[in-house]
């Protein structure tokens, strides 16, 4: 048996002679643990769960209920959250500290949550302070229902490939040194899954993959490191892109794919070439000092070694900025629904509401703080879900300290919980302006949404001239160069508290996140679910009556 055991149960009954098909459970107990690892050859503290690195792959189809016992046996508080599934109605199982108390150490707290109307290619991390640099993240990929069309052939195998910059440091000591004000500076090297190919004496790695001649294979792609922007290339192989962070696109046809930090790719590539082993290729972008990583492609039964020669990743900006422009929505490809994504015309509803965010690096008591229109997040005991559930707000934080435009450069920074309220079933223009020298990467949870448009400088109404408002690629993480503007539209019908982040971590953990309050004036179930019965408390809300449920 696995080391997660599966197990599947198939139909409920309810009442006393109704049967009803109740989607797939899909059940898991992981035990999250130190244990020493050594990806760069130096051995440091990793994050295991259930004693790998990286962590198991969740393989769940649309819809499949998902019951994971997480138990913390590390020395600080820890929670897991899952980038890119959108928890509808949900928010209780996002494992954000906004929204979920951490597990104590020496406790468990099982997450349940649904992978409702989902497909494609997600992951896990734990999100607590940097945890995220010592591990503790997997593979999460939804498959398409038995009888919804997918728009390709069933490939030979499916791999899932996570790569990220990665640190020699523990996670504690690069929490200290962003505490104490300090950076963490520049990556020691880059991962694909967990290896950067080469053992201790610079020989190859064991092959990752092996492939058949003639057979074409997926492969999920997404980049779980701390901050580096990472282009994934394979030699002499072209690659068929076919889904982004949860949605089917045009099958255009890439050498190398630039990935953001939190986003993830699924590419078809057929084993045509002369058998033998490649490499695949994963290297760092934008930073003076490439640093790559490789991994093995075996044809089986190669026993010819890769060539030595690497194909050469992209240089600049312009590069990357014109390969986004080529991502284009597959408007009659199924999701998870058969109906065609099309009939959602993003581009003819009106917007209701801008809301411009700028991103900026500021000294607060002599240190480094990130905000987000002058407010800098900081965590609050009780969780800000708990305490607007308790509805005792305020005693722990404020909405809407952060205005829908920026402050003058010359305000003062504010440090506090940065909570922004957004009107259920409201459409919105959210536009990312970036002022600084590097890329910005920016995820939603709760929510895809569409980026319509990116452009150097800064934003203006002209620039909405600019905009894809028929087939841009709904999405849950998209990046904003530096010194430019990102735009993105999306309709706020998930009820909840929502992290809207930098996937930079150390500005994530410096303050540059904000959570949006989506409430439904009902409190009814049809908009949102019930605090769950094994909710953990902490904070002001540990001996609080429970208010009565949502009817
Ligand atoms: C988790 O750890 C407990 C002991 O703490 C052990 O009994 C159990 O088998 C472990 N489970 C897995 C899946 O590793
Ligand atoms: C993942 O799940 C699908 C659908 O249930 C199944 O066909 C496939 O074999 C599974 N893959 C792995 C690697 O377990
Ligand atoms: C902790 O695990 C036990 C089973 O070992 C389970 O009954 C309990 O519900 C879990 N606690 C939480 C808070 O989920
Ligand atoms: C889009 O999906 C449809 C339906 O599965 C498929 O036939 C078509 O080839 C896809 N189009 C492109 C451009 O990838
Ligand atoms: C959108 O706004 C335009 C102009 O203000 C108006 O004519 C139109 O009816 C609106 N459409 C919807 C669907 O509300
Ligand atoms: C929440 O608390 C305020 C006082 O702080 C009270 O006026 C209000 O009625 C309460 N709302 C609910 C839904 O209990």
Not at 52 to 64: A, D, L, R, V, Y
Not at 137 to 150: A, D, E, K
Request: glycine share 8%; proline share 7%.
């Amino acid at each position: 048996m696995s080391p997660a055991t599966v197990v599947l149960v198939l139909l409920s009954l309810v009442g006393l002679s109704a049967v009803r098909a109740e989607d797939p459970y899909l059940y898991f107990t992981w035990n999250v643990t130190y244990g020493t690892i050594a990806p760069l050859g130096v051995p440091q503290q990793g994050i295991l769960i259930n004693g790998q690195f990286p962590g198991p792959n969740i393989n769940s189809t649309t819809n499949n209920n998902i019951v994971i016992n997480v138990f913390n046996h590390l020395d600080q508080p820890f929670l897991l959250s899952w980038n890119g599934i959108q928890q509808r109605k949900n928010s209780w199982q996002d494992g954000m500290y906004g929204t979920n108390c951490p597990i104590p150490p020496g406790k468990n707290f099982t997450y349940h949550f649904q992978v409702k109307d989902q497909i494609g290619s997600f992951f896990y991390f734990p999100s607590m302070g940097m945890h995220k640099a010592a591990g503790g993240f997997g593979g999460l990929r939804i498959n398409s229902r038995l009888l919804i069309p997918v728009p390709f052939d069933p490939p030979a195998d499916d791999f899932t490939v996570l790569i990220g910059d990665w640190y020699a440091k523990d996670h504690s000591v690069l929490a200290r040194l962003l505490d104490a004000g300090r950076s963490i500076g520049r990556p020691a090297g880059v991962l694909i899954n967990g290896k950067t190919g080469k053992d201790t004496t610079g020989k190859d790695e064991a092959p990752l993959f092996t492939v058949e001649a003639g057979k074409t294979y997926r492969y999920r792609i997404c980049n779980v490191g701390l901050k580096t922007s990472l282009n994934f290339r394979i030699q002499s192989h072209k690659m068929k892109l076919v889904e982004m962070d949860g949605s089917h696109t045009v099958q255009n046809v890439y050498d190398s794919l630039d990935v953001h930090a939190g986003q993830c790719y699924s590419v078809l590539v057929t084993a045509d070439k002369t058998p033998r082993d490649y490499y695949m290729v994963a290297s760092t972008r934008f930073l003076k000092d490439t640093q790559t990583s490789t991994a093995i492609i075996r044809y089986a039964g190669s026993t010819t070694p890769p060539s030595t020669v690497l194909p050469d990743g992209p240089v600049g900006w312009a590069w990357s900025f014109n390969q986004w422009r080529t991502f284009r929505w597959n408007l009659t490809a199924s999701a998870a629904r058969p109906n065609p994504q099309g009939s959602y015309h993003y581009g003819s509803i009106n917007i209701t509401r801008t809301i411009k965010l700028l991103n900026t690096r500021t000294i607060v008591g002599g240190k480094v703080r990130y905000a987000i229109n002058g407010v800098s997040h900081t965590d609050p005991e009780t969780p800000l879900k708990l305490a607007e559930y308790f509805n005792i707000t305020d005693k722990v934080f404020k909405y809407n300290l952060v205005g829908d435009v920026p402050p003058a450069t010359d305000a003062a920074v504010t440090v506090a919980p940065n909570v922004m309220t957004a009107e259920y079933r409201t459409f919105i223009e959210i536009i990312f302006e970036n002022p600084e020298k590097t890329v910005q990467s920016y995820h939603l949870d709760g929510y895809s949404f569409f980026p319509v448009g990116m452009g150097p400088g800064k934003w203006s109404t002209d620039s909405r001239r600019t905009y894809n408002l028929l087939d841009a690629v709904s999405r849950h993480t998209i990046q904003v160069y530096p010194k430019s503007w990102t735009a993105i539209m999306l309709t706020f019908d998930n009820a909840g508290m929502w992290n809207l982040r930098s996937e930079i971590w150390e500005k994530h953990y410096l303050g540059q996140q904000l959570y949006i309050s989506v409430l439904s004036p009902a409190r009814s179930i049809r908009d949102e679910y019930n605090i769950p019965d094994n909710v953990l408390r902490c904070g002001a809300v540990t001996n609080l009556p429970l208010p009565p449920p949502y009817a």
